[in-house]
């Protein structure tokens, strides 16, 4: 297929992702609003875990704290999470499609400017959410991670929109590969655990359909550890790319600002997780404090602070 | 070591005490993690004015704006080192505390640490059923089998009376430690690169050439510790640039390539060596990196004064005025002109086309028909003579500006020149050439021997806080007695409680295979 085709096809594959996400939320949505409420198990207490062996599987890692109310989820309402979990899976191809194209129609890698790398983001981010839904249950994010992916491919749509063609020469390098890959990684793990700090602190203490505390607050801990090598990882890649495009691998141009900025706050998270009395609130108030300025380095610096990185146009 | 222990030594507060006492108290604080928590937020918050004022070092010409716009202000921010965020004394202190914090912080782990590493696993306590993870079964397992079996798990063992104590998970505390020991390694590379490295640019037109001597650079900036002789004494010269743009479509006249073809010669006396500079290739002599920053051109002129003698034949880099088109702005000095000096202002336009009101202008940044437009040919006193610095992309200081005698004024010449063409100034003045094009490229040479040093530092930490972060310490105690067993475990690791309780799960299933698996 020639380029122009092909970049139609993407543009329509961005499309459907949306509307498949927001189908996928109203799925999740069934589940959780008429799913059994969980009460706040407290962070601090630590769940004892009985074992009983010999005796089948001894505890699911979802199995109903004893000391929740057990009223039984309606059949449609388990089933609304289960559709939402494939429409999830269909949207999350067309979004790899959407990208795939998008790389043969340009024939570089997808990824040189807002447009395309906001698209890389959304992806990013519904990845690792179904990525760690295989192994652990946390199905009571779907909805919100839908939320964000939908908001985000459409704000790439409508105020990012670039058609496709080639980038600036600065930007050819085999280091966008490297470099910016890992940067969509890890802003995809940060989207979910900002997307959990954000119900950590919307969610009251007590009864709520809002999943409990813990679970958010694992949730987004297990993604930032994750995230945070892989963040390290991308500075490093972008100093080493900068070593080689303009002859220095540090000039505090103000991404370079803002990429370290955000490190030190995730840094800093990791801290305060480890620190008497930032635990729970305060070390959620830092992670979402460093998910702010990730997101003022994604959009802010290259609309409103001109530099080097800026070429990347919007 | 757990962090809540650490705190607990830490939170004892100053009490009656003398100087010593006092200091003491200081290091504390200093090193403790709280106040690591907060210079981190320091940190951060500090660096923010870096990208939101101009700074010095990357865009010296916005500072210079700075100042004319609003001279006051800029008085102010000067005076708190806000356009040299990054090498200012309040960012130093910041940073200098951290890291201090941050020794201070190191030194005991590592001794504990490596007290820990040679210290056996502590004795099972008397209740294991208290413990956060805890099982029972009925079987024959003798403690001695279950250490075997804790072993065969990787796990360090001592065994007791009826008991068995098995730890694993050192690697954390040995990433984390690592990762911390890295980042002052960045630290201390990323200074000693700056005391020994150098940096300059320099702009070489078609033709051209350059030697790595300090005199040859239009801006050279040293390292304190850099001298004149330390210099790689390389050269090259420029025999052909190449740019690329995109012809049709939404992104015409998008660059798509460039490039310098250079005759390298690396040692005085070697023989050259053919070299294609690129974006993202630099040219690399023994350590010292040569870069393409940028590019622009450099038309070639030809000036003959009023006694029919050539004052001036040569290219001259015009300064990019609208980047999309590479529309250019040229000033040509002549100050050996007779009888008296002359200046030109003119514009270079690389695809030079005609608009409906009888202007033109360049429709794309290739030199497809390239065209100079005169705008103003002077005669009379440039300044040049009086020693004093003078740009070359300026004609006149402006007090001498309103002193020169126009000559030639847009006006008077309607089309622009093409190669080969030429203006004769009225009076008998002389004669302006438009000879051919040239292009010019900017470099930036840099010698950073920190740079290897900070790579090497900046992987370890990226690999060590890997490590400190998935690795779990745990312990798993096991308590045998008349045919029944009991297992304790626990996880040190903040957070991690659900994915070990999967791992004491396993433990507990092998422990409890009885000889089933033993043939
Ligand atoms: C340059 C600034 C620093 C950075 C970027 C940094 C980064 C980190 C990171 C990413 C972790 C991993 C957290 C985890 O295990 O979950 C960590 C752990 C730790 N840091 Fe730092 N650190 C810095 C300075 C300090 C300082 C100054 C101290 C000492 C007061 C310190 C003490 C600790 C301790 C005790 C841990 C262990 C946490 C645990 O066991 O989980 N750090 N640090």
Redesign the interface.
């Known amino acids: 297929m020639s380029a122009e085709p092909l970049a139609e096809l993407s543009d329509l594959f961005v499309v459907a992702a949306v509307l498949l996400y927001l189908f996928a939320m109203v799925g999740f949505a069934l589940e959780l609003a008429f799913g059994r409420a969980r009460v706040d198990a407290s962070a601090k207490g630590r769940a004892r875990t009985p074992v009983t062996v010999g005796g089948g599987p001894a505890s699911a890692p979802d199995a109903p704290p004893a000391d929740t109310p057990v009223a039984e989820t309606p059949r449609f309402a388990v089933l609304g999470g289960l559709a939402g979990l494939v429409l999830a899976w269909i949207g999350w191809a067309a979004n790899l499609g959407a990208i795939v194209t998008r790389g043969l129609a340009v024939d570089r890698w997808p990824w040189g400017n807002m447009y395309e790398f906001v698209v890389a983001i959304c992806f990013a981010a519904v990845t690792a959410f179904l990525g760690t839904q295989l192994r652990n249950n946390i199905r009571f994010l779907g909805g919100f991670v839908m939320v964000a992916a939908a908001l985000g491919l459409g704000l790439a749509v409508k105020v990012f929109y670039t058609s496709a063609g080639p980038v600036v020469p600065a930007l050819n390098s085999y280091w966008i590969a490297i470099h910016v890959s890992a940067a969509i990684l890890a802003t995809g793990l940060f989207v979910l655990a900002g997307t959990s700090g954000v119900l950590y602190l919307v969610r009251g203490d007590g009864l709520s359909r809002l999943p409990s505390k813990a679970d958010l607050e694992k949730a987004a801990h297990r993604a930032i550890v994750l995230a945070f090598p892989l963040w390290t990882f991308a500075v490093i890649a972008g100093a080493l790319w900068a070593d080689r495009a303009w002859g220095r691998y540090w000039g505090w141009d103000p991404k370079e600002v803002w990429s370290f900025i955000t490190w030190v706050g995730y840094a800093a998270y990791l801290h305060a997780r480890v620190t008497a009395g930032w635990r729970g609130r305060a070390a959620t108030i830092v992670q979402l404090v460093a998910f702010l300025c990730l997101l003022f380095n994604l959009i802010g610096v290259n609309i409103f602070i001109d530099g080097l990185h800026s070429y990347a146009d919007v | 070591m757990s ?2 222990e650490l ?1 607990k030594e830490r939170e004892s507060k100053p009490a009656g005490m003398g100087p010593v006492g006092w200091l003491r108290w200081s290091w504390r604080t200093l090193t403790s ?2 106040t ?2 907060i210079l ?2 320091l ?2 918050l500090a ?2 004015p ?3 004022v101009p ?1 010095r ?3 010296p010409d916005q500072v210079a704006r700075f100042y004319q716009d609003d001279p006051g202000l800029a008085e102010w921010y000067d005076r708190f080192q806000l356009f040299d ?2 090498t200012s004394v309040w960012f130093a202190a910041i940073y200098l505390l951290l890291f201090t914090s941050l020794i201070g912080c190191i030194i005991p782990r590592t001794t504990t640490y490596l007290r820990e590493l040679r210290r056996k696993p502590p004795a099972a306590p008397r209740n294991l059923t208290r413990l ?4 029972a ?1 009925d079987g024959a397992l003798t403690a001695d089998e279950a250490a075997r079996r804790l072993r065969k798990l990787r796990f360090r063992v001592e065994t007791g009376d009826g008991w068995v104590a098995a730890e694993k998970g050192y690697l954390r505390e040995t990433g984390n430690l690592l990762f911390h020991i890295s980042l002052l390694g960045v630290l201390v590379a ?1 200074g000693f690169g700056s005391l020994y490295g150098y ?1 300059g640019n320099v702009l070489i037109a078609e033709g051209d050439g350059f030697a790595n001597t300090v005199a040859t650079y239009d801006r050279f900036i040293p390292g304190p510790q850099v001298s004149a002789e330390s210099l790689e004494p390389f050269s090259f010269d420029l025999t052909d640039f190449r740019a690329t743009y ?1 012809v049709e ?3 015409r006249g ?5 490039s310098a073809y250079l005759k390298v010669t690396d040692t005085p006396g070697a023989a050259p060596r053919d070299y294609e500079l ?5 040219l690399e002599v023994d350590g010292t ?1 040569t ?1 393409l ?1 940028g590019h622009g051109y450099a038309p070639v002129f030809r000036v003959t004064d009023g006694k029919g003698q050539v004052a001036f034949e040569g290219a001259v880099p015009c300064l990019i005025a609208d980047k999309p088109t590479l529309t250019s702005e040229c000033v040509v000095k002549v100050p050996d002109a007779q009888p008296s000096p002359l200046g030109f202002l003119m514009r270079f336009l690389p695809t030079s086309v005609p608009l409906t009101d009888g202007s033109y202008a360049s429709a794309f940044p290739g030199a497809i028909q390239p065209g100079v437009e005169v705008l103003g040919a002077f005669s009379g006193d440039l300044g040049m003579g009086s020693g004093e610095p003078r740009s070359v992309y300026e004609l006149a200081p402006p007090e001498l500006m309103k002193k020169l005698k126009p000559l030639v004024m847009g006006k008077d010449v309607p089309k622009p020149l093409a190669p080969g063409e030429s203006i004769d100034l009225p009076g008998g003045a002389g004669k302006l050439e438009f000879v051919e094009v040239k292009e010019w490229m900017t470099l ?3 010698y ?1 021997p920190g ?1 290897l040093p ?2 090497l530092a ?2 370890m ?2 690999i060590s ?2 490590f400190s ?2 690795i779990r310490r745990r312990r798993v105690w096991v308590r045998v007695k008349d045919g029944s067993v009991e297992v304790g475990g626990l996880t040190r690791t ?2 991690s ?2 994915g070990f ?2 791992e ?2 396993d433990i ?2 092998v422990l ?1 295979a009885g000889d089933k698996d033993e043939r």
């Open positions: 962090v809540g705190e993690m709280k690591a928590l981190l937020f940190f951060a660096s923010v870096g990208s939101l700074q070092s990357v865009e965020v990054f956060p993870h805890s099982a079964f990323v940096r995109q479509g939404e992104k998008q660059e798509l390539d460039y690129k974006v993202n290739e630099p990196q870069y920053i930036q040479i840099a950073d740079r900070a790579l900046a992987s930490a990226t806080i890997v972060l998935v903040e957070g409680a659900a309780a999967e004491f799960d507990v299933k409890a």
